[in-house]
Protein backbone atom coordinates (compact mmCIF):
# COMPACT_ATOMS: atom_id res chain seq x y z
CA UNK A 1 0.00 0.00 0.00
CA UNK A 2 1.38 3.27 -1.14
CA UNK A 3 2.28 6.14 1.72
CA UNK A 4 -0.29 9.03 1.32
CA UNK A 5 1.47 12.09 1.86
CA UNK A 6 0.40 13.88 5.11
CA UNK A 7 0.01 17.29 3.73
CA UNK A 8 -0.43 18.25 -0.02
CA UNK A 9 -0.85 21.59 -1.68
CA UNK A 10 -4.38 22.02 -3.23
CA UNK A 11 -2.81 21.71 -6.77
CA UNK A 12 -0.76 18.47 -5.52
CA UNK A 13 -4.34 17.10 -3.71
CA UNK A 14 -6.18 18.00 -7.11
CA UNK A 15 -3.50 16.57 -9.62
CA UNK A 16 -2.97 12.91 -7.01
CA UNK A 17 -7.18 12.26 -7.38
CA UNK A 18 -7.22 13.19 -11.11
CA UNK A 19 -4.45 10.60 -11.56
CA UNK A 20 -6.38 8.06 -9.18
CA UNK A 21 -3.78 8.46 -6.27
CA UNK A 22 -5.01 8.60 -2.76
CA UNK A 23 -4.58 12.80 -2.16
CA UNK A 24 -4.84 13.76 1.89
CA UNK A 25 -8.48 14.75 1.49
CA UNK A 26 -10.91 14.62 -0.78
CA UNK A 27 -10.27 18.23 -3.67
CA UNK A 28 -12.84 20.75 -2.74
CA UNK A 29 -14.32 23.06 -6.29
CA UNK A 30 -16.09 26.27 -5.29
CA UNK A 31 -17.45 27.89 -8.29
CA UNK A 32 -14.08 26.74 -10.22
CA UNK A 33 -16.28 26.44 -13.28
CA UNK A 34 -19.34 27.36 -15.25
CA UNK A 35 -21.00 24.15 -13.94
CA UNK A 36 -20.52 24.24 -10.54
CA UNK A 37 -20.76 27.71 -9.97
CA UNK A 38 -22.83 29.65 -7.46
CA UNK A 39 -25.64 32.20 -8.30
CA UNK A 40 -24.64 35.90 -6.92
CA UNK A 41 -27.44 36.13 -5.18
CA UNK A 42 -26.82 32.86 -3.24
CA UNK A 43 -23.56 33.91 -3.27
CA UNK A 44 -23.89 37.17 -1.74
CA UNK A 45 -26.06 35.66 1.42
CA UNK A 46 -23.37 32.84 2.28
CA UNK A 47 -21.17 36.09 2.45
CA UNK A 48 -23.49 37.36 4.81
CA UNK A 49 -24.25 34.21 7.10
CA UNK A 50 -20.67 33.71 7.51
CA UNK A 51 -20.15 37.35 8.23
CA UNK A 52 -18.03 38.14 5.48
CA UNK A 53 -18.89 41.97 5.08
CA UNK A 54 -15.54 42.57 3.15
CA UNK A 55 -15.94 43.07 -1.27
CA UNK A 56 -18.11 43.45 -3.57
CA UNK A 57 -19.43 40.12 -5.79
CA UNK A 58 -18.76 40.02 -9.80
CA UNK A 59 -20.85 38.32 -11.97
CA UNK A 60 -18.78 36.73 -14.85
CA UNK A 61 -21.60 34.86 -16.30
CA UNK A 62 -24.51 36.60 -17.05
CA UNK A 63 -26.79 33.56 -18.79
CA UNK A 64 -26.17 32.07 -15.38
CA UNK A 65 -25.91 34.90 -13.06
CA UNK A 66 -22.31 33.47 -11.58
CA UNK A 67 -20.28 35.07 -8.68
CA UNK A 68 -16.49 35.16 -9.07
CA UNK A 69 -15.23 33.38 -5.82
CA UNK A 70 -13.38 35.64 -3.87
CA UNK A 71 -9.85 34.64 -2.01
CA UNK A 72 -11.90 35.00 1.24
CA UNK A 73 -14.77 32.39 0.86
CA UNK A 74 -12.36 30.03 -1.30
CA UNK A 75 -10.01 29.72 1.82
CA UNK A 76 -13.19 29.70 3.87
CA UNK A 77 -14.50 26.61 1.96
CA UNK A 78 -10.82 24.84 1.22
CA UNK A 79 -11.42 24.79 -2.17
CA UNK A 80 -8.25 23.40 -4.41
CA UNK A 81 -9.16 25.26 -7.75
CA UNK A 82 -9.26 28.51 -9.62
CA UNK A 83 -10.89 29.29 -12.77
CA UNK A 84 -9.17 30.59 -15.84
CA UNK A 85 -12.14 32.43 -17.21
CA UNK A 86 -12.70 33.33 -21.20
CA UNK A 87 -12.43 36.74 -22.27
CA UNK A 88 -16.20 36.17 -23.67
CA UNK A 89 -17.84 33.63 -21.45
CA UNK A 90 -21.42 33.51 -22.72
CA UNK A 91 -23.08 35.80 -25.03
CA UNK A 92 -20.13 37.84 -26.59
CA UNK A 93 -19.91 40.09 -23.53
CA UNK A 94 -16.53 40.43 -22.47
CA UNK A 95 -15.27 40.50 -18.72
CA UNK A 96 -12.69 42.60 -18.85
CA UNK A 97 -14.30 46.03 -17.29
CA UNK A 98 -16.61 46.53 -15.02
CA UNK A 99 -19.34 48.77 -13.79
CA UNK A 100 -21.37 48.95 -10.79
CA UNK A 101 -25.04 46.88 -10.93
CA UNK A 102 -27.71 45.93 -8.74
CA UNK A 103 -28.46 42.02 -8.49
CA UNK A 104 -32.11 40.38 -9.01
CA UNK A 105 -32.49 40.17 -5.10
CA UNK A 106 -31.57 44.34 -5.10
CA UNK A 107 -27.84 43.76 -3.60
CA UNK A 108 -24.92 45.59 -5.18
CA UNK A 109 -22.47 43.97 -7.35
CA UNK A 110 -20.26 44.55 -10.47
CA UNK A 111 -21.42 43.87 -14.23
CA UNK A 112 -19.64 43.11 -17.20
CA UNK A 113 -19.26 47.03 -18.60
CA UNK A 114 -20.77 46.10 -22.15
CA UNK A 115 -24.00 44.22 -20.10
CA UNK A 116 -27.00 46.24 -21.00
CA UNK A 117 -30.47 45.33 -21.02
CA UNK A 118 -33.93 47.29 -21.59
CA UNK A 119 -37.42 45.79 -20.01
CA UNK A 120 -40.17 45.33 -22.27
CA UNK A 121 -43.50 45.81 -21.54
CA UNK A 122 -43.98 42.32 -19.41
CA UNK A 123 -41.07 43.52 -17.38
CA UNK A 124 -39.07 40.95 -18.44
CA UNK A 125 -35.27 42.04 -19.20
CA UNK A 126 -34.00 41.61 -22.75
CA UNK A 127 -30.42 41.70 -23.61
CA UNK A 128 -29.04 42.86 -26.60
CA UNK A 129 -26.17 42.55 -28.63
CA UNK A 130 -25.97 44.15 -32.35
CA UNK A 131 -29.49 44.82 -32.34
CA UNK A 132 -31.26 41.57 -31.93
CA UNK A 133 -32.38 40.58 -28.61
CA UNK A 134 -30.43 37.27 -27.91
CA UNK A 135 -31.60 36.75 -24.14
CA UNK A 136 -34.30 37.20 -21.77
CA UNK A 137 -34.70 37.42 -18.01
CA UNK A 138 -38.40 37.17 -17.23
CA UNK A 139 -39.60 39.55 -14.87
CA UNK A 140 -38.93 38.61 -10.89
CA UNK A 141 -36.77 35.54 -12.98
CA UNK A 142 -32.89 35.29 -11.58
CA UNK A 143 -31.14 33.98 -14.94
CA UNK A 144 -31.18 34.59 -18.49
CA UNK A 145 -32.46 32.07 -21.45
CA UNK A 146 -31.65 32.03 -24.91
CA UNK A 147 -34.08 34.36 -26.97
CA UNK A 148 -32.86 33.80 -29.98
CA UNK A 149 -30.63 31.52 -31.97
CA UNK A 150 -28.39 32.56 -35.40
CA UNK A 151 -28.95 29.47 -37.40
CA UNK A 152 -32.72 29.20 -36.41
CA UNK A 153 -33.59 29.24 -40.06
CA UNK A 154 -30.91 27.00 -41.64
CA UNK A 155 -31.46 24.77 -44.56
CA UNK A 156 -28.26 24.51 -46.07
CA UNK A 157 -24.72 24.41 -46.36
CA UNK A 158 -24.61 27.88 -47.71
CA UNK A 159 -26.23 29.02 -44.04
CA UNK A 160 -23.67 27.53 -42.16
CA UNK A 161 -21.01 29.27 -44.35
CA UNK A 162 -22.03 32.44 -43.21
CA UNK A 163 -22.35 31.64 -40.02
CA UNK A 164 -19.71 33.32 -37.65
CA UNK A 165 -17.91 31.06 -35.71
CA UNK A 166 -16.19 31.80 -32.43
CA UNK A 167 -12.50 32.19 -33.43
CA UNK A 168 -9.69 33.26 -30.46
CA UNK A 169 -8.66 36.37 -31.60
CA UNK A 170 -5.32 38.67 -30.40
CA UNK A 171 -7.44 40.32 -27.39
CA UNK A 172 -8.74 37.12 -25.95
CA UNK A 173 -5.11 35.52 -26.20
CA UNK A 174 -3.87 38.45 -24.30
CA UNK A 175 -6.42 38.50 -21.91
CA UNK A 176 -6.22 34.86 -21.14
CA UNK A 177 -1.98 35.03 -20.82
CA UNK A 178 -2.11 37.82 -18.40
CA UNK A 179 -5.04 36.28 -16.68
CA UNK A 180 -3.27 33.35 -16.01
CA UNK A 181 -0.13 34.97 -14.87
CA UNK A 182 -1.84 36.34 -12.23
CA UNK A 183 -3.82 33.60 -10.97
CA UNK A 184 0.11 31.71 -10.75
CA UNK A 185 0.96 34.66 -8.68
CA UNK A 186 -1.76 35.04 -6.96
CA UNK A 187 -3.11 31.48 -6.22
CA UNK A 188 0.47 29.80 -6.43
CA UNK A 189 -0.07 26.50 -4.69
CA UNK A 190 -3.93 25.75 -6.18
CA UNK A 191 -4.87 23.68 -9.33
CA UNK A 192 -5.80 26.39 -12.25
CA UNK A 193 -8.71 25.44 -14.24
CA UNK A 194 -8.88 26.92 -18.06
CA UNK A 195 -11.90 27.23 -19.19
CA UNK A 196 -11.79 26.20 -23.08
CA UNK A 197 -15.23 25.26 -24.13
CA UNK A 198 -14.70 23.30 -26.74
CA UNK A 199 -18.26 21.71 -27.00
CA UNK A 200 -20.40 20.09 -29.98
CA UNK A 201 -23.86 18.93 -28.88
CA UNK A 202 -23.90 21.88 -26.49
CA UNK A 203 -22.70 24.71 -29.34
CA UNK A 204 -25.45 23.22 -32.07
CA UNK A 205 -28.42 23.66 -29.42
CA UNK A 206 -27.31 27.26 -28.81
CA UNK A 207 -26.75 27.75 -32.49
CA UNK A 208 -29.70 25.99 -33.75
CA UNK A 209 -32.34 26.08 -31.17
CA UNK A 210 -33.30 22.70 -29.28
CA UNK A 211 -35.95 21.76 -31.51
CA UNK A 212 -34.63 23.03 -34.85
CA UNK A 213 -31.09 20.76 -34.06
CA UNK A 214 -32.94 17.98 -33.03
CA UNK A 215 -35.18 17.91 -36.08
CA UNK A 216 -32.41 18.68 -38.19
CA UNK A 217 -30.24 15.25 -36.54
CA UNK A 218 -33.05 13.35 -37.83
CA UNK A 219 -34.49 15.57 -40.56
CA UNK A 220 -31.34 16.39 -41.95
CA UNK A 221 -28.12 14.57 -40.89
CA UNK A 222 -25.61 15.62 -43.34
CA UNK A 223 -26.37 19.04 -42.53
CA UNK A 224 -25.73 19.02 -38.89
CA UNK A 225 -22.61 16.72 -39.94
CA UNK A 226 -21.41 19.67 -41.79
CA UNK A 227 -21.60 21.91 -39.37
CA UNK A 228 -20.05 19.90 -36.60
CA UNK A 229 -17.02 19.92 -39.37
CA UNK A 230 -16.38 23.25 -39.39
CA UNK A 231 -16.80 23.63 -35.48
CA UNK A 232 -14.32 21.20 -34.90
CA UNK A 233 -11.56 23.09 -37.54
CA UNK A 234 -12.62 26.02 -35.48
CA UNK A 235 -12.28 24.21 -32.16
CA UNK A 236 -9.01 22.62 -32.90
CA UNK A 237 -7.22 25.92 -34.08
CA UNK A 238 -8.35 27.82 -31.09
CA UNK A 239 -7.51 24.67 -28.91
CA UNK A 240 -3.90 25.45 -30.90
CA UNK A 241 -3.44 29.19 -29.50
CA UNK A 242 -5.44 28.67 -26.12
CA UNK A 243 -2.47 25.64 -25.21
CA UNK A 244 0.58 27.88 -27.11
CA UNK A 245 -0.93 31.09 -24.62
CA UNK A 246 -1.81 29.60 -21.42
CA UNK A 247 -0.75 25.70 -21.72
CA UNK A 248 2.25 25.86 -19.32
CA UNK A 249 0.11 27.83 -16.71
CA UNK A 250 -3.21 25.50 -16.44
CA UNK A 251 -3.32 22.19 -14.27
CA UNK A 252 -6.91 20.88 -16.27
CA UNK A 253 -8.71 21.77 -19.68
CA UNK A 254 -12.44 22.05 -19.22
CA UNK A 255 -14.50 20.69 -22.35
CA UNK A 256 -17.89 20.07 -21.27
CA UNK A 257 -21.07 19.50 -23.06
CA UNK A 258 -25.12 19.66 -22.33
CA UNK A 259 -25.54 15.93 -23.53
CA UNK A 260 -29.15 15.51 -21.26
CA UNK A 261 -32.03 16.47 -18.40
CA UNK A 262 -31.95 15.46 -15.00
CA UNK A 263 -33.98 12.62 -16.71
CA UNK A 264 -31.82 11.18 -19.39
CA UNK A 265 -30.09 11.75 -22.38
CA UNK A 266 -31.62 14.06 -25.80
CA UNK A 267 -30.21 12.05 -27.94
CA UNK A 268 -30.30 7.66 -28.37
CA UNK A 269 -26.68 6.72 -27.75
CA UNK A 270 -27.15 5.38 -31.45
CA UNK A 271 -27.15 8.72 -32.60
CA UNK A 272 -24.81 9.97 -29.98
CA UNK A 273 -21.99 7.60 -31.48
CA UNK A 274 -22.92 8.65 -35.23
CA UNK A 275 -23.26 12.43 -34.64
CA UNK A 276 -21.70 13.77 -31.59
CA UNK A 277 -18.75 11.65 -30.63
CA UNK A 278 -16.53 11.29 -33.53
CA UNK A 279 -16.37 14.80 -33.46
CA UNK A 280 -15.68 15.32 -29.64
CA UNK A 281 -12.91 12.58 -29.87
CA UNK A 282 -10.89 14.38 -32.71
CA UNK A 283 -10.87 17.46 -30.02
CA UNK A 284 -9.53 15.44 -27.32
CA UNK A 285 -7.46 12.79 -29.49
CA UNK A 286 -5.45 16.63 -30.28
CA UNK A 287 -5.22 17.26 -26.30
CA UNK A 288 -4.02 13.74 -25.95
CA UNK A 289 -1.11 14.15 -28.61
CA UNK A 290 0.12 17.44 -27.82
CA UNK A 291 0.05 16.22 -23.94
CA UNK A 292 0.06 12.13 -24.13
CA UNK A 293 0.43 11.90 -20.31
CA UNK A 294 -2.94 13.82 -19.79
CA UNK A 295 -5.80 12.15 -18.98
CA UNK A 296 -9.39 12.88 -19.92
CA UNK A 297 -13.10 12.06 -18.34
CA UNK A 298 -15.75 12.37 -21.32
CA UNK A 299 -18.81 14.47 -20.95
CA UNK A 300 -20.87 12.37 -18.89
CA UNK A 301 -24.52 10.33 -19.29
CA UNK A 302 -24.77 7.51 -17.94
CA UNK A 303 -26.46 5.53 -20.91
CA UNK A 304 -23.43 6.54 -23.45
CA UNK A 305 -20.77 5.23 -21.08
CA UNK A 306 -20.23 2.11 -22.33
CA UNK A 307 -19.54 4.03 -26.06
CA UNK A 308 -16.43 5.94 -24.04
CA UNK A 309 -14.90 2.57 -23.31
Known sequence: MKEVKIFMTHRERVLAALNHREPDRVPIDFGAMRSTGIHACTYVEVKKYLGMKHGIV???????????????????????????????????????????????????????????????????????????????????????????FPLADAESEKDIDAHKFDKFDEQELSFIKNQAEKLKKDYPDYAVLGEFGGTIFEEGLFTFGLEKYLTLLIRKPKLIQYFNEKLVEVHLENLKNYLAAVGDYIDIIRMGDDLG??????????????????????IYDEVHRINPRGQSLPPFMWEYTPLHT
Not at 74 to 101: N, S
Not at 261 to 282: D, E, L, V
Open 58 to 148: KVYDIMQMLAEPEREVIEYFKADIVQLHRLRPVFGIPIDRWKEGVLPNGEKCLYPKEFNYVKNKKGDKELIVNGRVVARMPKNGHWFDFAS
Open 261 to 282: TQNGPYISPKHYRKYIKPYQKA
